[in-house]
């Protein structure tokens, strides 16, 4: 199994940055994309940024420009650099890793257990 343990949110003024970091731990798993959704309050998560199994990114459209994702693969940690940040990204980020199970063989996705961006003057 794999594990994600997701840090660095909290509450930011609009304007300011954050970076979020996840990073993987564990085996029988084996990761071939990785990424960021969101959640805010009332509202169906979002992919926000991603690697794809390709090794391209995606990101939402609202966050270009302004958010980052990137990885250390020697660490197995991925990054979301977050700056301009507005209201309207505020949500519960949650990290994401698509692979393949080493014991069974079957695809399947892991989730991180989210850390909380609140943007607010």
């Known amino acids: 199994q794999v594990q994600l343990v997701e840090s660095g949110g909290g509450l930011v003024q609009p304007g300011g940055s954050l970076r979020l970091s996840c990073a993987a731990s564990?085996?029988?798993?084996?990761?071939?994309?990785m990424g960021w959704y969101r959640q805010a309050p009332g509202k169906q998560r979002e992919l926000v940024a991603a690697?794809?199994?390709?090794?391209?990114?995606n990101y939402l459209d609202s966050v270009k420009g302004r958010f980052t994702i990137s990885r250390d693969n020697a660490k197995n940690t991925i990054y979301l650099q977050m700056n301009s940040l507005k209201p309207e990204d505020t949500a519960v980020y949650y990290c994401?890793?698509?692979?393949?199970?080493?014991?069974?063989?079957?695809?399947?996705?892991?989730w991180g257990q989210g850390t909380p961006v609140t943007v607010s003057s």
């Open positions: 994401y890793a698509h692979g393949i199970s080493l014991a069974t063989g079957d695809p399947g996705v892991r």
């Open positions: 690697f794809t199994t390709s090794g391209s990114t």
């Open positions: 564990g085996s029988l798993f084996s990761i071939n994309a």
